[in-house]
Each structure stands twice: as structure tokens, then as C-alpha cells.
């Protein structure tokens, strides 16, 4: 994967986060990784640092995805689709694949997981549904393993 870091990007932090982290990796970065941060945020009460990305992200995320976590109560409409990067991945505690076949850059140490998942893309909020449903228990298990309690 090509690095996409400048040296005009800002600096990262070198404090280490008392924080668990977790970064949710798709193709395009518009469905199911962004259910997953959303899901994760909003179980995790900012209790987790959530990042999302993609290596081809869309130019927006994907409206049946939006429409699917507003029946469960999290907006996503303010997201926009991420590119992954090398900075993400070596930031992240976690980094969940989401059945995509993505390549991640491998770092020693980091809790790499595929979640094999339907791909939302092009499909109908019925379709929708049970993919966020199996994304809302995994991301439930996820938090499990970080040591964090849902909050609900």
C-alpha cells in the first residue's frame, strides 16, 4: 500500500492512549466499516478511539447504511468515507477487516480480525438490516474483548 503521510501532515501524538482503539477497514469505506465505528462509538461511550478507512474510498457513504443505523438511533451522516492509511493502522489496537479482502499494512502486536459480512453496497434497507444486526454483535464482542462495557 502506497504511504500516504506528507511532510506537511500533522504531527501525531506520541503519548500513548490510556484508551482502547480500533480501526474498521472496507473497500470503500460508505457501508460496513462505517456501521461498525458508528456502532462502536456509540456502545463504547467514547470509551474506545474509533477510526474508519478504506483503500478506495466513495465519494459518500451509503444512504441504505445511513437510513439502517437511523432506525437503531446512530447518525452517520456526518461521516465521510476515509483513506486507509499506514498512520491508522500503527495508531489502532484492533483492526477489523470487514470481509473485503483488503491488505492491511501488518504491525506486531495488533489484533487483527476479518469479519466476513455482506456487502450493503447496492442493496435495499430489508438487505440492510440484518448485516447492521450481525455488525451491532460483533462490534458487542469486540468491546467485550477490549475490556470496555457496552453502554447499552
Known sequence: ???????????????????????????????????????LRALSDGAVEVRSAGSMPA??????????????????????????????????????????GDACPYYPGKNYQDWELDDPAGQGLDAVRPIRDEIERRVRGLLAELGVQAVA
Open 1 to 39: 500500500m502506497p504511504e500516504t503521510s506528507s511532510p506537511n501532515a500533522a504531527p501525531q501524538s506520541t503519548k500513548p492512549s490510556t484508551k482502547p482503539s480500533a480501526l474498521f477497514v472496507c473497500v470503500h469505506n460508505a457501508g460496513r466499516s462505517q456501521m461498525a465505528a458508528g456502532f
Open 59 to 100: 465519494d459518500q457513504i451509503n444512504p441504505m447504511a445511513v437510513e439502517a443505523m437511523l432506525e437503531v438511533g446512530i447518525d452517520i451522516r456526518d461521516e465521510k468515507p476515509k483513506i486507509l492509511t499506514n498512520d491508522a493502522v500503527e495508531a489502532s489496537d484492533a483492526v477489523i477487516t470487514m470481509g473485503c
